[in-house]
């Protein structure tokens, strides 16, 4: 078995390794026009969101589907967002192949 210790950035901690990690934020989707479908949304997006409610009234702007059919657009009020201009912190609403509502 390889050690911990020829692993950079990793060390032994009895039973397991401990590793250095870092998180990079960036948009999946820089626009609408780059969301193929709603299957598409949800086969790329792996970390989900809160409900725009959640955030408070008017943090969040609606956008409507953005021209995909089957999901919802919220973008922070203010940030100049649009349907041709999406950020890391825009927010999707669909409903998955169970029923299930998904930010």
Request: proline share 2%; net charge negative.
């Amino acid at each position: 078995a390889q050690s911990c210790k020829s692993i950079s950035g990793c060390e032994d901690v009895g039973d397991g390794c401990v590793c250095g990690t870092s998180i990079a934020e960036s948009a999946v989707f820089s626009s609408s026009q780059d969301i193929v479908s709603k299957e598409n949304l949800l086969s790329e997006l792996k970390t989900g969101a809160f409900p725009v409610e959640f955030y408070g009234q008017g943090i969040y702007s609606p956008l409507g589907d953005c021209g995909v059919i089957g999901i919802e657009v919220f973008v922070r009020s203010g940030s100049g967002g649009s349907c041709n201009s999406l950020a890391k912190d825009s927010i999707f609403l669909v409903i998955d192949g169970n029923g299930v509502q998904v930010h």
